[in-house]
């Protein structure tokens, strides 16, 4: 192909995003964008390449993928593959080449990249997700709003509160407490985005110094200025030593865009035609044996279970003591009332929705609204994260650790019960009993 007339298509597959960029041979930008993918990452890549050829014709381009989901795509495409770093690295040589150390967050990883005569020392974090884009999501989530809402309370806050971001159970631990005693939403978000920060800094930076000129990079960084903020402040930087590039979002599919092979061009059309129609990835997954052989197998195993099932009453016309049990759960709160002989006559499971104590007062208030009056609630008890909370605050009679509640309820199905499985919002536990007394494991 002619220099002048050479495309370069970059794409950027990460874990929960896709970007492009096509840059024309004078290596100026020509179309970008940045989309969420929602696990379908051929029908996005291909709604992004359809657009860029609505607007700038169906040009022959060389295309190149990055990212931590491009690899499996670029092979079976037959497209070049580019590790993140080295395209991440290309558009900071050509856009801000005084860079030190640049700081990128993604959906789900967080990097920090150190420039120096010795060469490129990248820290990225492990397996989990904590402090990155996902986990933002999951908090925006817990205040009820999204990661905009969140940088918006956040540029009105007041205080800092100590939240742990190594993953969203420890902060949710952190976080529900503080909003039972009524920190607000903007202290929150940006204790949220402050959390962030250090998860970043002690978790990748192992005590290496952050210094010189900071490149903030990656799509949390470029949309939520008040986690920038956070970062500027905790590192103390002035304005001279902070880069804040106009594509930071967009870098990786840049910089890959800058290492195509003029060789390797293709139209836009037949990329788009082949994610459409061509593309069939297969995966070698060793799977376990069905737990069911057969439809007779399983219909055998649902008659068995129901064996099991709670007895009912009707609560509007029982008469005598009954018997209420909260379980203030991570993200949800349950209720149970049983009349003297066990039969259950009401029931309640509910979203937390940021409050678990106006959950279960929703609650009470129903049963109150219910209960006959020559019926009447001879003991409560709470169980679960918000045992104190509920306890003290409804003014119940007892507390219960939630594994020996488990097992007061297993055992009454079954007193002879070994093992019990339990998965919440927030956590799995398999409680081993063993002498009639529970051995948990979480």
């Known amino acids: 192909m002619n220099a002048q007339n050479t495309y370069s298509l970059g794409i950027d597959i990460g874990s929960t995003t896709v970007k492009v960029a096509v840059l024309d041979g004078a290596k100026i930008l020509q179309f970008a964008d940045y989309r969420r993918h929602f696990a379908d990452i051929q029908g996005t890549l291909a709604n992004l390449i359809e657009e860029a050829l609505e607007k700038l014709g169906d040009l022959?381009?060389?295309?190149?993928?990055?990212?931590?989901?491009?690899?499996?795509l670029a092979g079976n495409m037959h497209i070049p593959f580019i590790q993140e770093v080295v395209a991440v690295s290309s558009s900071l040589q050509k856009v801000a080449p005084q860079t030190d150390v640049a700081i990128e967050l993604g959906g789900e990883d967080a990097k920090i990249i150190y420039f120096d005569a010795a060469g490129i020392d990248q820290r990225m974090n492990g397996t989990c997700a904590g402090g990155t884009g996902s986990f933002i999501d999951q908090m925006a989530s817990l205040l009820q709003t999204d990661v905009a809402g969140l940088n918006e309370y956040a540029k009105n806050y007041k205080s800092l509160y100590t939240i742990a971001a190594r993953c969203g159970v420890f902060a949710k631990s952190d976080i529900q407490p503080l909003i039972n005693e009524g920190a607000t939403k903007e202290d929150l978000a940006a204790s949220i985005f402050q959390a962030v920060v250090n998860q970043t800094i002690s978790g990748l930076a192992c005590g290496r110094p952050i210094r010189g000129h900071v490149a903030f990079l990656g799509g949390p960084l470029h949309f939520l200025s008040e986690l920038r903020n956070a970062f500027i402040r905790t590192l103390n930087l002035d304005e001279e030593h902070t880069i804040i590039p106009e594509h930071s979002h967009l870098f990786a599919a840049i910089g890959s865009a800058l290492n195509a092979d003029p060789a390797s061009g293709t139209k836009m059309s037949q990329l788009v035609s082949t994610l459409r129609h061509g593309v069939r990835i297969s995966f070698e997954v060793p799977r376990m044996e069905p737990l069911f052989s057969s439809e007779e197998e399983y219909q055998s195993f649902v008659r068995r279970q129901e064996q099991y099932n709670v007895k009912t009453a009707d609560i509007e016309t029982y008469s005598g003591n009954c018997y209420l049990g909260i379980d203030a759960g991570s993200t949800t709160t349950k209720a149970a009332l049983v009349s003297e002989d066990g039969e259950l006559l009401y029931s309640f499971y509910s979203n937390n929705n940021g409050s678990p104590l106006n959950t279960a007062l929703?609650?009470?208030?129903?049963?109150?609204?219910?209960?006959?009056?020559?019926?009447?609630?001879?003991?409560?008890?709470?169980?679960?994260y918000g045992e104190a909370l509920i306890k003290s605050a409804l003014m119940l009679d007892e507390g219960e650790v939630e594994t020996i509640a488990h097992y007061y309820a297993a055992s009454f199905f079954d007193p002879q019960v070994d093992c019990i499985l339990d998965i919440g919002g927030q956590d799995m536990k398999c409680i081993k009993i063993k002498d009639h007394a529970a051995v948990p494991s979480l």
Do not use: F
């Open 60 to 72: 022959e381009v060389c295309p190149v993928i990055t990212g931590s989901g491009g690899l499996t």
């Open 362 to 384: 929703n609650a009470v208030k129903e049963i109150y609204s219910l209960l006959p009056q020559d019926a009447q609630i001879a003991w409560s008890c709470s169980t679960g």
